[in-house]
């Protein structure tokens, strides 16, 4: 009897139609800065944008693109001044030329079909863990999955481990039916090889995976997790799942992760869920409550990866740092995202929402698009990470006095106000953010297409509702910015209100100290 097992928490609603492939891509021009304000964070991107604490002047359309409201520049509208409000409807064709949802992926829903025949079962016991199957040898609180196949696993370890070491061309499913695995030295479940690994949550369970705190992984055979793969990992089924990660992530793979559904409660002192190649997530429920990033995507190297989709799911984040981090993009097509605490509440080089609820609180910026991190930028981030704490402190007051002259050097805005290629679009959806700083900040474009966007953010000469350093289109979105309803670009431009200080993104009496704090603290996960 062949049992069909299908992806739980389908979207009820189609996402949305991304626009048709232009033949005008974003430029993938590295920024020689970016926008940061002072706080403690861990990517290398944050560290390199530390020096632009945003522009408050912006490059923009005349009458055909929305300014923030803090107002811009005279010399931003003369630069500005040859485009007409005519090309704005176009403007958004620049957004088509990235759509996640046409990358490949490790995932395919055959990858839930099998014969409950083939299962093979694993009673985990402190007392001495079982199983008939060849494929799985067991030593001491060790269980170790040898072979590719499907295993159902219950049963409970108070200190062990589930690893999974089979040939790197077999996949290996695993079917967690009430299994409860804590490990007190590494990752509770460890794939170490396989082709794909899967975690299926039986229908009805309750599974929780733990690992210990302090611990090093050997080799870098995975990364540091409670949940931690060296290969493609896929998470399913409608099962609940806790998971903690005490020394570092949640759960972290080195590859690609799909999550297709499953009762997912996350907490984490690093990061919440990670992908390095993707995240893919078409399903699920989901309480992340992480120190660093919630949901994250880090690899900067391939143009095709470092992203993060969401197509459907309810989720409900706390993070200590942002809410989603990915190197190269994010989009959300639908689902019900709400980050109750957040430093920024999205990140990536691009941002597009297309539909769902997406309610973000953030300390720092809303929404913040800001070019991927370089490989130069890497190798000094490495570089920097290798000094010790006596020099890093040196180092610090001393970047904290160069980006203070840099800054008066460089004019209003404290930084580079250059475009630095990246893009930020909403064309549907509800959204609505609360941020301390920018609502929406982007070191390159905006486009508002769509949607019913919210924006309670800073309004001081240096932060507003909307700040981006190049063209901010305004085109059939509705948008309310500070109580304000914003029907045009016109209506943004009349909120403008001048200079406002003129000191760009980071009022005058924290742009040194913040710079040298961004800049002085940064990790990279492996």
């Known amino acids: 009897m062949t049992s069909q097992h299908t992806p739980e928490n389908p979207s009820t609603t189609e996402p949305a139609t991304p626009a048709p492939p232009s033949s005008a891509p974003p430029s993938t021009t590295p920024p020689p800065t970016g926008r940061r304000r002072g706080r403690s964070a861990r990517s290398v991107r944050r560290t390199m944008a530390a020096v632009a604490a945003g522009a408050a002047t912006l ?38 030329s990235l759509d996640l949802t046409t990358l490949d992926t490790h995932y395919d829903e055959d990858d839930l079909n099998w014969d409950e025949a083939d299962e093979q079962a694993i009673t985990l016991s402190d007392n001495g863990s079982t199983s008939d199957s060849s494929g799985v040898s067991v030593d001491g609180s060790t269980v170790t999955i040898t072979e590719g196949g499907v295993y159902r696993v219950s049963g409970s370890l108070s200190d062990g481990q589930l690893v999974v070491d089979a040939p790197d061309d077999e996949d290996v499913t695993i079917i967690l039916d009430d299994a409860s695995i804590t490990s007190s030295s590494g990752p509770g ?16 369970t309750e599974n929780s995976v733990e690992d210990g705190s302090d611990y090093e992984v050997a080799d870098d055979a995975t990364p540091v997790a409670a949940i931690a793969s060296a290969s493609d990992l896929t998470i399913s089924g409608s099962g609940a799942l806790s998971v903690t990660g005490n020394t570092n992530d949640g759960i972290s793979t080195k590859d690609g992760l799909a999550i297709v559904g499953g009762d997912l409660t996350v907490t984490a002192a690093d990061d919440g869920i990670r992908g390095k190649d993707y995240v893919d997530i ?26 993060v989709l969401i197509t459907a799911g309810s989720f409900t984040i706390d993070a200590g740092d942002d809410g989603i981090d990915a190197e190269q993009a994010i989009e959300v097509a639908d689902g019900t995202l709400t980050i109750e605490k957040s430093q920024e509440g999205l990140e990536a080089n691009d941002v597009m929402i297309e539909g769902g609820t997406v309610d973000i609180t953030a300390s720092d910026d809303g929404i913040n698009s800001t070019a991927a991190t370089t490989e130069e930028e890497a190798a000094a981030e490495e570089s920097s990470d290798a000094s010790s704490s006596s020099d890093s402190t040196d180092s610090t007051d001393s970047s904290s006095s160069s980006d203070s002259t840099d800054a008066q050097q460089q004019g209003p805005g404290g930084g580079s106000e250059e475009d630095d290629g990246s893009w930020l679009s909403i064309s549907g959806g509800t959204v609505t953010i609360d941020a301390d700083y920018d609502g929406l900040d982007s070191n390159g474009s905006i486009s508002l297409t769509g ?11 240096g932060d507003s509702p909307v700040d981006a350093n190049g063209d901010v289109s305004f085109d059939g979105a509705t948008l309310t910015a500070n109580g304000t309803e914003i029907t045009s670009a016109d209506d943004l431009q009349s909120q403008a209100g001048g200079m406002g200080g003129g000191q760009g993104g980071t009022p005058p009496d924290q742009q040194s100290s913040d710079a040298g704090t961004d800049s002085a603290s940064s990790t990279t996960d492996s």
């Open 451 to 461: 949607g019913d966007t919210t924006i309670t953010s800073a309004d001081n000469g």
């Open 59 to 96: 490059a923009l359309a005349a009458c055909g693109a929305a300014t923030a409201v803090t107002g811009a520049s005279s010399s931003s509208e003369a630069a500005a001044s040859s485009t007409s409000s005519s090309s704005t409807s176009a403007s958004n064709d620049m957004l088509s």
């Open 282 to 307: 078409t399903g699920g429920t989901f309480d992340i409550t992480s120190g660093g990033d919630a949901i994250k995507s880090d690899n900067y190297e391939d143009e095709d990866r470092g992203w």
């Open 189 to 204: 479940i460890s794939v170490t090889s396989a082709d794909e690994a899967t975690l299926y949550l039986a229908d009805g």
